[in-house]
């Protein structure tokens, strides 16, 4: 088991709560300033990490779980490798905080995907390692995020503001060995992944009722109320509406 992370993961506190059990193996301190160049270090430790298990003649089946946080907030990228124009440098969230011009929302939307194509090249490095070093073609991987990102689409700026889909809705990538290949349109959910990797891995999915709310991503249901959550509430996403659930009050 791995965890590396280019932002600290003792706030929100993941090692204390996900990762309460293992944080011996979580790397989130990387000794680099810039949140890029903590990006551009996960594979680069991804495939060392990897060479020392194979050092250490352990051939048996590995996690890792990796947090790029080039995408979020302050959206960073190298400069050199900005792509998508006008943009800005950095976010100014006080006048985002007010009512930016049209303009100013699209440079800004600019500067997330410049970051997000960014985070996408770090994605692909780590596949490049496990194929590298014959490892992909028996490795499930998954691509995916936390949240999405809003920019006015219904008055509001970034994340964790309102359920909308522009907020809640992100992408899932999923391959490897069993999994064909398609893309999914029914509904599916961040607690889908925990029994769809452990099924894969063999558990019993008459046992999955037990311990988790989630469904299996390659057979989900065709329809479904999910369950969203955010630091003050939570929400039901049902059919033709948001049920918003204050957790105190």
């Known amino acids: 088991l791995r965890v590396l992370s280019s932002s600290s993961l003792s706030f929100p506190e993941f090692r204390s709560t996900a990762f309460v059990t293992m944080e011996d193996r979580v790397e989130d301190h990387f000794g680099i300033a810039e949140k890029e160049g903590r990006d551009a270090h996960i594979p680069v430790r991804f495939d060392a990490w990897l060479g020392e298990r194979e050092a250490a003649h352990r051939n048996g089946p590995f996690f890792c779980f990796a947090f790029a946080d080039a995408p979020h907030g302050t959206y960073a990228w190298p400069k050199e490798e900005t792509v998508f124009r006008p943009c800005v440098e950095r976010v100014d969230f006080l006048e985002m905080a007010g009512s930016p011009s049209r303009e100013r929302i699209d440079a800004v ?83 889908d992944l925990a029994p769809t990797l452990l099924e894969l891995c063999g558990a019993d999915p008459a046992s999955r009722t037990n311990w988790s709310q989630g469904e299996n991503l390659l057979a989900p249901p065709d329809r479904r109320d999910r369950v969203i959550a955010g630091w003050e509430e939570v929400a039901l996403r049902v059919p033709g509406g948001i049920l918003r659930v204050p957790l105190e009050g």
């Open 109 to 191: 939307f600019n500067s997330y995907r410049n970051a997000v194509h960014f985070d996408d090249k770090i994605a692909g490095r780590m596949i490049d390692v496990l194929e590298r070093r014959k490892l992909l073609d028996d490795t499930i991987v998954v691509i995916t995020g936390d949240h999405g990102e809003e920019f006015f689409e219904h008055g509001y700026f970034g994340h964790t503001s309102n359920f909308a889909s522009e907020q809640t809705h992100v992408a899932l990538v999923i391959s490897g060995p069993g999994i064909a290949p398609g893309i999914e349109t029914r509904p599916t959910c961040h607690v």
